[in-house]
């Protein structure tokens, strides 16, 4: 009983120990924290806007052939409303099914054309973040950072501009991004 007592007393001040170092280091005045924001550094970089070019440039074909499929449906669908009253049961029954079919054609288009958009967003994406996340980590490195967080994902509230990297991790990105 206890050792049992014993261990559980050990085990809380083990995870106490290791909970609180980061705090202790933090409040100690010698650590040296930093952050940046994604979302700036993508949207004022240069790879960064090129990036989002690319892709609002593919969004808009996709959003062209699913307008041009929409509208091809909406079109079929308003001639048939045209025509319904002089048509037969069997030619109206048969019309209904084709544009069920043509309906059901449409939404999977649609459906696969924002699953391909999501995937492309992702695949221009990637390296850029990948780059960034490289970037912090040698800033971190060479200029001896404790901590850097990344603003949104570490939840900050403030923090002093002072230990904003985020123009600093631009200006690498810029040297380094693909040229066109």
């Known amino acids: 009983m206890r050792e049992r007592k014993s261990v559980w007393v ?3 001040a083990v995870c ?51 307008d041009r499929k929409l509208q091809a449906f909406k079109t079929a669908k308003e001639e048939f409303d045209k025509k319904r009253s002089v048509m037969d049961e069997k030619a109206k029954e048969k019309k209904i099914q084709e544009l069920a079919a043509l309906q059901g054609e449409t939404e999977k288009f ?5 699953q391909k958009m999501n995937k492309r ?6 390296p850029l973040i990948d780059k960034v996340m490289e970037i912090v980590r ?7 950072y ?5 603003r949104e994902q570490a939840g900050l509230v403030f923090v002093d501009e002072k230990a ?9 990105l810029d040297k380094t991004s693909p040229r066109k």
């Not at 040698?138 to 001896?144: P, T, Y």
């Not at 904003?164 to 690498?172: G, Q």
């Open 10 to 12: 050990f085990l809380v």
């Open 16 to 66: 106490f120990a290791v909970t609180s170092a980061p705090v202790w280091a933090a409040s100690s005045g010698s650590s040296k924290v930093g952050y940046f924001e994604m979302q700036t550094v993508v949207q004022q970089s240069q790879w960064g806007k090129r990036s989002n070019d690319d892709f609002k440039k593919e969004q808009e074909t996709a959003k062209a052939e699913v």
């Open 110 to 114: 649609v459906y696969e054309s924002n």
């Open 121 to 126: 967003a992702t695949e221009l994406r990637g």
């Open 138 to 144: 040698k800033l971190a490195r060479d200029e001896k």
């Open 146 to 150: 404790d901590f850097v967080f990344e």
């Open 164 to 172: 904003d990297l985020s123009k600093r991790v631009i200006e690498e």
